[in-house]
C-alpha cells in the first residue's frame, strides 16, 4: 500500500471499520511511513478532541475534508487554502 492509498483508507483504519486484508495493509504501511504514522496520530488527536466536545454535531464528510485539508497544510507551513 502506497501513501494515496492510505489517504483513502485511512478514516476506516482509525474507526476500526477496515478489512482484514486493509487492516494487515496499512499496519503494514504505517510502520514503514513515519508521515503517515504522524497523520494518523494528528486524525487520532482531532478524534479525540471532537469527541469529547459538549456540544456534538454531525458534520458532513465535505466539511471534515476541509477541514483535515487545513490542518495538513497549517501542519506543512503552507497558508489555507480559501
Known amino acids: ?48 478532541k471532537i469527541k469529547n466536545c459538549e456540544a456534538q454535531e454531525t458534520v458532513t464528510e465535505d466539511c471534515r475534508d476541509r477541514m483535515l485539508s487545513k490542518i495538513k497544510n497549517s501542519l506543512a507551513g503552507e497558508e489555507p487554502a480559501s
Open 1 to 48: 500500500m502506497d501513501c494515496k492509498k492510505i489517504q483513502d483508507v485511512i478514516f476506516n483504519f482509525v474507526y476500526g471499520e477496515s478489512s482484514e486484508a486493509e487492516l494487515l495493509a496499512t499496519r503494514d504501511h504505517l510502520e514503514k511511513c513515519g508521515d503517515c504514522a504522524r497523520e494518523k496520530q494528528v486524525i487520532e488527536k482531532l478524534l479525540d
